[in-house]
C-alpha cells in the first residue's frame, strides 16, 4: 500500500518562494524551480475515500436506509427507489462502490 499524505501538508512543506533581492541566475532558478514543484503538486492524483451503502429497513412501512461504511452517515429511500442510491455520500464524499 503506498503512503497517502494530504496535498496541503505537502503544500506547507515546499514553504514559500525564495525571495531575493539580488536576482543572481541562482536565485530566479530557484524562484522558478519552485514555481514548478508547486504546479506538479496540484496535478498529482487525490486519494479517494471508497465506501459502501450498508442497507435496512427502516420501518414496518418498507422504508429503507442506508449507512455510509466509512462516516456511518445515513439516507432514507422507499424501497421503490432503492436501486438510485446516491453514487458518492453526501455526508463524507466516499465513493460508493457496489456490493
Known amino acids: 500500500m503506498s503512503d497517502l499524505i494530504s496535498r496541503q501538508a505537502a503544500i506547507d512543506a515546499l514553504g514559500d518562494m525564495p525571495m531575493s533581492w539580488a536576482d543572481t541566475d541562482a536565485e530566479l532558478q530557484a524562484q522558478e524551480d519552485w514555481k ?26 418498507q422504508t429503507w436506509g442506508s449507512d455510509c461504511s466509512e462516516c456511518g452517515g445515513w439516507y432514507v429511500v422507499e424501497r421503490r427507489y432503492l436501486a438510485q442510491r446516491y453514487l458518492y455520500c453526501p455526508n463524507c464524499g466516499a465513493r460508493m462502490e457496489e456490493g
Not at 503538486?41 to 465506501?51: I, M, V, Y
Open 36 to 61: 514548478q514543484h508547486r504546479e506538479a503538486l496540484f496535478k498529482l492524483p487525490t486519494a479517494e475515500k471508497k465506501g459502501k451503502w450498508i442497507p435496512h429497513v427502516v420501518n414496518e412501512y
